[in-house]
């Protein structure tokens, strides 16, 4: 069973940045696509970034191109999610997820096999 465990959210102001990190107990971690999602209250989980298995290929979701980067380490089995300029409508759980197909590409409808719990990032004004 793979395990993905999310950290790094926390309270910010709008404008400022943080770095969401999601650790993967999967050995094999580098053979697979990895996506970013969030959850505003009252709202659906939408997609927000993905990251093909070695990390040459990302996707973004039109609401943070320019200001999210998604990266990955393979040594780490770690993948990354830098947020800058964060707006208000930010705000919402985060959510790492793994795509079980082996070297996917996270691109337009990947489907990701595995999730983590969640982070909460606030962005206040």
């Known amino acids: 069973q793979v395990q993905l465990v999310e950290s790094g959210g926390g309270l910010v102001q709008a404008g400022g940045s943080l770095r969401l990190s999601c650790a993967a107990s999967?050995?094999?971690?580098?053979?697979?696509?990895m996506g970013w999602f969030r959850q505003a209250p009252g709202k659906e989980r939408e997609f927000v970034a993905a990251?093909?298995?070695?990390?040459?290929?990302?996707y973004y979701a039109n609401s943070v191109k320019g200001r999210f980067t998604i990266s990955r380490d393979n040594i780490k089995n770690t993948v990354y999610l830098q947020m800058n300029s964060l707006k208000l409508e930010d705000t919402g759980v985060y959510y790492c997820?793994?795509?079980?197909?082996?070297?996917?590409?996270?691109?337009?409808?990947?489907?990701?096999?595995?999730w983590g719990q969640g982070t909460q990032v606030t962005v206040s004004s």
């Open positions: 997820a793994l795509s079980a197909v082996r070297y996917g590409t996270g691109g337009p409808g990947t489907t990701y096999d595995y």
């Open positions: 999967e050995r094999t971690f580098s053979s697979y696509a």
């Open positions: 990251i093909n298995w070695s990390g040459g290929t990302t």
